[in-house]
């Protein structure tokens, strides 16, 4: 049986690709099929809202402000994100290396979650977060075995020449051997089906042939199968047996082993990724490594990563400690009306100096904007509301609060773009850029906020979260 051949498409955020039969378009495409059970399995995922989603839009399949990645049978789909403009407010050249580090992002928002094991399935999935989610594994795996390999008991029943266990009396296969008694008992062993399941993911782990991987990843990984390396030897007394996902798939932890819940997890997606029998397309014939269907809203992460990064900085450094700086994530401490049972707003982040708000900041993954005609209508009002109720008590012509709207981009800190007011006040709008690559996620406050940041420049800057 001859089937169709294995893709791997490589998109950024928002992009739209059309859907096709195979032999009707050059380049990428989508087929009916490939739409339907996208739609299906992001819908089971449940990890983005329908707004961020990627959804069916006429003769396309629009991919919606969501990353991560996606395998449906014949096809799988790495989302990454991609900022379009640099840190200067120029867009970035066509060809230009824009991509921001997927691993990076999810581990500074502090969202390295794992899908439930039904909705995973084989394909690639992103060499930096399969890194990262393996050093968790085999670092926590390596821990809990120091004390020694967790066994269990099984069932045997066997001939024996004295009574072990309870006597099968309705069992007649040793009447040709009066010497052995049908016994049925439990024996204690250390090849279980949990620590099978455990040795089986590691062993895909260390037999995993990563290329090009960044310096620092590929640090990590020569960990990673350093320790995997330890751990099977601490496994010889379990059987290698090479489960599929039906060997594995009912298989839970009892309450005396919850510590190993997460690790079983883990490595049920990981034979799943790499079973033969999960599609009927035969993934046995691939040649690529196994992977699972994970999704995040780009704009949440976003959102967070700022939010990780300010908290951090400003938990490091000495000044804003002396000042009373601190940072509150979907701030609701003030309200839309003055009546008692008014709407909260929520704000993204909100920059205090002891319990008074200094600056609010907002975070969009859109466009940067350049000049205020270029601004998102809704986003201007947005901001203006969050003055005005921030700033709700005071003269909102003289001491109004900052807002800022804060947009990813590439390259180095640079002050703001964009400096202007909102009529009838004095409240001022800032449009900064936050840089996204690799080389600039460690930014300082003070540069890319300026004068509005309520502590003056510091050498100082935090290094990225790390899980």
């Known amino acids: 049986m001859m089937f169709p051949p294995f893709r791997t498409l490589i998109l950024r955020e928002n992009q739209r690709l059309p859907i096709a039969q195979p032999g009707e378009l050059e380049g990428d495409f989508v087929t009916p099929e490939e739409a339907r059970e996208i739609v299906a399995l992001v819908e089971s995922l449940g990890t983005v809202d329908r707004r961020s989603a990627p959804k069916i839009d006429g003769e396309f399949m629009d991919f919606g402000l969501c990353v991560g990645g996606l395998s449906v049978p014949g096809c799988n789909i790495q989302l990454r994100p991609k900022p379009a403009f640099s840190t200067t407010g120029k867009p970035l050249t066509r060809g230009a290396d824009g991509y921001v580090d997927l691993s990076r992002l999810v581990m500074s928002a502090n969202q390295m979650y794992l899908p439930a094991a039904e909705y995973s399935s084989p394909g690639p999935f992103d060499e930096g977060l399969f890194v990262k989610y393996a050093d968790s594994f085999t670092k926590d795996l390596l821990f809990i075995m120091h004390d020694g390999l967790r066994g269990g008991y099984v069932d045997v029943v066997e001939g024996v020449p004295s009574v072990r266990g309870r006597i099968l009396f309705g069992d007649f296969s040793y009447i040709n051997r009066p010497h052995l008694i049908a016994c049925s008992y439990q024996e204690f062993v250390y090849d279980t089906l949990l620590n099978r399941t455990l040795k089986r993911a590691t062993k895909i782990i260390v037999s995993q042939a990563l290329t090009d991987l960044d310096p620092d990843l590929q640090l990590m990984f020569n960990s990673v199968k350093s320790k995997g390396a330890q751990i099977l030897d601490m496994m010889d007394e379990v059987a290698d047996i090479p489960l599929c996902w039906d060997d594995v798939c009912d298989l839970n932890v009892e309450r005396l082993d919850a510590k190993f819940a997460r690790l079983l997890a883990f490595s049920k997606l990981l034979i799943k990724g790499n079973s033969p029998t999960v599609f009927a397309d035969d993934s046995s014939l691939r040649s690529v ?117 804060l947009y990813p981009a590439i390259g180095k800190s640079r002050k703001p773009i964009l400096e202007t007011k909102f009529t009838g006040t004095n409240s001022p709008l800032i449009v900064a850029a936050c840089p996204m690559d690799r080389g600039n996620l460690e930014f300082s406050p003070s540069v890319i906020f300026d004068s509005y940041w309520p502590v003056a420049s510091n050498n100082s800057s935090p290094r990225s979260p790390e899980v």
Not at 346 to 362: F, G, Q
Not at 382 to 391: D, E, F, I, K, V
Request: charged fraction near 25%; include cysteine.
């Open 289 to 405: 490594s196994g992977g699972f269907s994970c999704l995040w809203d780009l704009s949440k992460l976003y959102e967070l990563h700022v939010f990780n990064y300010l908290k951090k900085y400003v938990s490091e450094c000495p000044d804003c400690i002396e000042k009373g700086v601190s940072v509150v994530g979907q701030d609701s401490s003030h309200k839309v009306f003055l009546d008692r049972k008014s709407n909260m707003v929520y704000a993204d982040i909100v920059v205090y100096v002891e319990d008074s708000p200094v600056l609010i900041i907002d975070t969009k993954w859109k466009s940067l904007p350049t000049k205020s005609s270029e601004i998102d209508r809704n986003d201007a009002y947005q901001m203006l509301a969050y003055a005005l109720t921030y700033s709700h008590g005071s003269n909102v012509r003289e001491n109004a609060i900052p807002v800022c709207l």
